[in-house]
């Protein structure tokens, strides 16, 4: 989840030396010393980190450029806060902000660090009609390779564990429209990586799309972007034009995004009451989103779906929407992330995402490596026995009912009937 906010030059330049002087420090300059002497340790190590890199350029055996040695010690510093925050190059910090703008030239895939011991980065989701959904790519495949180069490449020699992080591959998928990329993709199915060359092209990313099955609007939320929140009004609007209608929020697969768009899009569903509290600089101090009755359906019955991708931004929404008694919530425990990361523009045209602040629920708890408990558990299929010829396939646990599903199309019921938390979701609201 994250905020925007402009450094001006002044400010970020400073920031960026002294931000340097620590990474050079390597943890020895201790905090609370009084006046001179704290500052004597703060100014010798930046004089330290001045001479490291004069030294470097003038006496290493390579020609080494001064910026990338710059940008590896920032990165570095960056490294040793916490898993959320990072700096990116003027060119990942642009396609970065596209991202969260909702349009970029690329393949219409979005790269994450997948499961403890994941060896390559791993497709988070894709976007519906894009180059990589025509190839057939899915979430949890591995992108091995981009143009050639292995994904599992190390961030230094002396890195031992840490990988380069999935958002420069990311950025490498991106690029003008028309061009080509090749990847080599890893999947568990499959018994060998499969190469493929994919030709991008201009990725407009729907973060809200809407599909009706009867008298239930299911409203999908894929990231939050700049225009979420405008988005899921405009289709709650069209689709509340049609009598008795519930609506399932889906925000399964949503790792989140910015915070402010979360906290509307909640607001839409709720007309009083605690949204989230966001609490910075070590407690000091605490904002409080509330609801406002304008522009919201606070009487629309509705149920929200989750899953163990469901993020940040999203379980700030599932949360106040539980917690309010708003909304129940199906499927699984979600990501368990309570962190709010802000966007920081350096001067040469780089950025830090930083954590900046933690929220929490609406009952003062953290979702922090917890997550939201739904009040209804459905995991995404059902576990299947294969009987002897003549006898069905029968589920291993209790049977969902498939009724009532009069009324929807041959193919709405498939679509139902594929997907146990949907289903579950949609009976619900039918009861």
Known sequence: MMRNHWVPRSVASHFTAFALGLVVAGGTIAYGLPGQR??????GALDSF??????????????????????????????ELDPHSAFYTPNQYTRLRQDTQGEFGGIGLSLGEGAEGAQFPVIESVVPGSPA??????????IAAVDGVSTSQKNTDSSEDSRV???AWHSRLR?????????????????????????????????????????VAHIAIRRFREAT???????????????????????????????DKGIEVADQFLEKGVIVS??????RDVEVARAHKQRSFPDVPMVVLVDQNTASASEIVAAA??????????????????????????????????????????????LEGVGIQPDIMVEAFEAMVIRPTGVGPKSSGKPMQTQPLAGLSTAQKAKLRDDPQLLMSFQELMR
């Open 229 to 259: 929140s405008r988005d899921l009004y405009r289709a709650l609007s069209n689709e509340l034009k049609t009598p008795n209608t519930r609506v399932i929020l889906d925000l399964r697969g949503n790792p989140g995004g910015l915070l």
């Open 133 to 142: 959904s025509r190839a057939g790519l899915l979430p949890g495949d591995g």
């Open 50 to 79: 001045a001479q490291s890199l004069s030294l470097i350029t003038s006496s290493h055996v390579d020609i080494v450029s001064e910026r990338k040695l710059l940008y590896g010690a920032i990165n570095g510093m960056v490294g």
């Open 165 to 167: 992080a999935p958002v």
């Open 278 to 283: 966001v609490v910075s600089r070590g407690g």
């Open 175 to 215: 690029g003008a429209t028309g061009t080509r990329v090749k990847i080599e993709v890893v999947r568990a199915a499959w018994a060998a990586p499969r190469n493929l060359t994919l030709v991008r092209e201009r990725i407009a990313v729907p973060s809200v799309s809407a599909t009706r099955y009867g008298n």
């Open 38 to 43: 704290a500052n004597e340790q703060r100014f």
């Open 321 to 366: 929407l539980q917690d309010s008694q708003r909304a129940k919530v199906i499927g699984v425990p979600t990501y368990g992330k309570g962190s709010v990361q802000s966007f920081l523009d350096l001067q040469d045209g780089s950025g830090l995402k930083l954590t900046t602040s933690r929220y929490l629920t609406p009952k003062g708890a953290t």
